[in-house]
């Protein structure tokens, strides 16, 4: 299994809105005769991919794959059918797939063809490795990473606005790494005004991210590297109150744009849900970030911190108002990691689930 | 060398204005046959120490010292004369007394008495233990460490300005450590008023650190629990311009006043050098704690981050104005740890010398 994780691990950034899945297939004599993993949406489960690679070895022998085995016909047919066809003895399977065509059907389907399957093997690890996958099947949203840059006081830019640099190369090229494992990166107007940001994982994601700008009101400059869309994709979100020039300008200049019925975090998460995004990092300013936090579009945070004083009380901090009255009011953010990253350190944390995501809210 | 290093730091907190001492003494065989340390100010030096306990068993042997003996008559006498009269063959020496009186004359007077002297022998070690009082001679100011606690996303008080309990119970009993080491702990006018704080080192220090008020305009609370001195001494520092009605009140109530030329951080290092202190810490709010910053009074800093968001575009934040116009303006923050307290980080850093201290500065 831990095997099979690491081959699940090999998809990563790649198979949204598919989990991340490794198999290995074990012949009857215990050999290793096949590894595979999903490498991304539309081409073939894990557990094909292993099989294939076992052929005729695989009779009597065992599949161990990190996810159940699927019963549905989606872009592919179902792993079960391969499964059962390939006259295996034992599936050993470290989760159950949370997406309701599955949950315990695919398992039940292998049970009743005669085959004996366990379950449960690395389902913490295995639970970690797809949590994005799961908490957007749980909730219709992608799993939100909040990440930003400070200095050791708190500040996201000095007094007279300049915020570049803050962080070392190492941390910023973590940052890349960081984008490299999102489906979307997002931002607010303000930003991409302030900074103009290129948002991009510098080639250590194919296709990119996709780059998102919320902005009520497309108040949004002319030149941007944004707009600029040879490397990497550009989405315009905005609610029902923007102008309709700007909206006939970002048309014109051939940025797709999403109209929102309210522009605010939660609409456009689930529209990016429905676009296949299991996992976005926001990268904006601290009101965004705010209404992100309140509307529990934030799973978990990445502090990127900096051994320097910048000073200033009107300078820019990280998150804006929250409406706590009481420290101990806020959720606790646990499961925590700090890394050192040249001279900076990276401390990300993640809510301690379920109380701190919205897992028991009503499916939309 | 190691074992003076260890025997010396067993003084911590308690030998202000002297600096960190110990010694062994081994005999001519190499056996050891004393070891001692400075406790406290007008109590035995190290070398006098090690050397009774060695008695007639010195004769011919070596003393191995973290600080060069010193030659002058202070509230004890010299201990050059001691270790010349004890018959030792050899002293080993890890740093040079930086103070004026002493500082190479010691080891001079040894040699010409026809001892060995080996000088440098873990000489970072040595100055690191005692960088505080090096500073003190260098300078004319105690050194000052700048602490604060603040949440993740650098807050230190909820825009409503509640500050309890940001930090954990283990990091709090970290920070009465810290005061430990200290010889006095300084806050503002605004701080006494927010949060009413001990300060104290909860029994840590014998005696507790100096409790240290700066307050220009002397607007203090009448009720307040430094005005308590059954544990530990407060002082107040003020400015000229101190109402009169207010200076008698402090008076009366029997809290120590001084008046400065100007109520400004550097004045007060000043004045508190000359009371004797090596090290102080800075617990002040973020105005007073950038004034201490721009003149240079604060060499380390120790930021406790707690993993929680309290948020607030108005909230209060570690540090005020520092007048910085670019980012790399800031000097750099290196020689750094990161502790793992509770839920909480520590992370403390000093400035790298000599550029960051003021040793170059004239001597008052």
Same mark, same amino acid.
């Given at each position: 299994?831990?095997?099979? *994780?690491?081959?699940?691990? =090999?998809?990563?950034?790649?198979?949204?809105? /598919?989990?991340?899945?490794?198999?290995?297939v074990?012949?009857?004599?215990?050999?290793?005769v096949g590894?595979?993993?999903?490498?991304?949406?539309? $081409?073939?489960?894990?557990?094909?991919?292993a =099989?294939?690679?076992a052929?005729?070895?695989a009779?009597?022998?065992?599949v161990?794959?990190?996810?159940? &085995?699927?019963?549905?016909?989606? %872009?592919?047919?179902?792993?079960?059918?391969?499964?059962?066809?390939?006259? *295996?003895? %034992?599936?050993?399977?470290?989760?159950?797939?949370?997406?309701?065509?599955?949950?315990?059907?695919?398992?039940?389907?292998?049970?009743?063809?005669?085959?004996? !399957?366990?379950?449960?093997?690395?389902?913490?690890?295995?639970?970690?490795?797809?949590?994005?996958?799961?908490?957007?099947?749980?909730?219709?949203?992608?799993?939100?990473?909040?990440?930003?840059?400070?200095?050791?006081?708190?500040? @996201?830019?000095?007094? /007279?606005? #300049?915020?570049?640099?803050?962080?070392?190369?190492?941390?910023?090229?973590?940052?890349?790494?960081?984008?490299?494992?999102?489906?979307?990166?997002?931002?607010?107007?303000? @930003? !991409?005004?302030?900074?103009?940001?290129?948002?991009? $994982? %510098?080639?250590?994601?194919?296709?990119?991210?996709?780059?998102?700008?919320?902005?009520?009101?497309?108040?949004?400059?002319?030149?941007?590297?944004?707009?600029?869309?040879?490397?990497?994709?550009?989405?315009?979100?905005?609610?029902? #109150?923007? &102008? =309709?020039?700007?909206?006939?300008?970002?048309?014109?200049?051939?940025?797709?744009? *999403?109209?929102?019925?309210?522009? #605010?975090?939660?609409?456009?998460?689930?529209?990016?849900?429905?676009?296949?995004?299991?996992?976005?990092?926001?990268?904006?300013?601290?009101?965004?970030?705010?209404?992100?936090?309140?509307?529990?579009?934030?799973? #978990?945070?990445?502090?990127?911190?900096?051994?320097?004083?910048?000073?200033?009380?009107?300078?820019?901090?990280?998150?804006?108002?929250?409406?706590?009255?009481?420290?101990?009011?806020?959720?606790?953010?646990?499961?925590?990691? +700090?890394?050192?990253?040249? +001279?900076? *350190?990276?401390?990300?944390?993640?809510?301690?689930?379920?109380?701190? @995501?919205?897992?028991? %809210? &009503?499916?939309?």
């Amino acid at each position: 299994m831990r095997r099979a *994780l690491q081959l699940a691990s =090999l998809g990563r950034g790649g198979t949204s809105p /598919n989990p991340l899945v490794g198999a290995v297939v074990l012949d009857a004599a215990g050999q290793l005769v096949g590894e595979g993993f999903h490498k991304r949406a539309g $081409s073939p489960h894990a557990e094909v991919v292993a =099989l294939r690679q076992a052929g005729e070895r695989a009779r009597g022998g065992t599949v161990v794959v990190t996810l159940e &085995p699927c019963c549905h016909h989606g %872009r592919t047919p179902p792993c079960c059918d391969a499964v059962i066809a390939a006259g *295996l003895k %034992r599936v050993v399977v470290a989760m159950a797939d949370p997406d309701p065509r599955v949950c315990g059907e695919g398992v039940a389907r292998l049970r009743r063809a005669g085959l004996e !399957v366990i379950e449960g093997v690395a389902r913490a690890e295995a639970t970690q490795l797809n949590r994005a996958f799961v908490h957007r099947v749980h909730t219709g949203r992608p799993l939100g990473i909040l990440k930003w840059a400070m200095s050791l006081d708190g500040r @996201t830019a000095l007094p /007279n606005g #300049e915020s570049q640099w803050i962080s070392s190369q190492n941390a910023r090229e973590w940052v890349h790494h960081l984008r490299a494992t999102c489906d979307a990166v997002i931002v607010g107007g303000g @930003t !991409v005004r302030a900074d103009d940001p290129l948002l991009t $994982s %510098r080639g250590r994601r194919h296709p990119e991210p996709l780059r998102v700008v919320l902005s009520r009101g497309l108040n949004l400059p002319k030149a941007a590297r944004l707009w600029d869309q040879d490397g990497a994709a550009t989405l315009v979100a905005h609610g029902p #109150e923007a &102008p =309709l020039d700007r909206r006939l300008w970002l048309d014109a200049i051939g940025v797709e744009r *999403l109209e929102m019925g309210v522009c #605010e975090p939660a609409s456009l998460l689930e529209a990016l849900a429905q676009r296949g995004c299991n996992q976005v990092l926001w990268e904006c300013g601290p009101e965004l970030a705010a209404a992100a936090l309140r509307q529990l579009c934030v799973q #978990e945070l990445a502090a990127v911190v900096a051994p320097k004083l910048l000073g200033g009380l009107p300078a820019r901090t990280p998150v804006g108002e929250l409406g706590l009255s009481r420290i101990e009011s806020d959720p606790s953010w646990t499961e925590d990691t +700090v890394r050192r990253l040249g +001279v900076d *350190l990276v401390w990300t944390l993640s809510r301690a689930s379920p109380s701190g @995501t919205p897992r028991d %809210r &009503p499916r939309p």
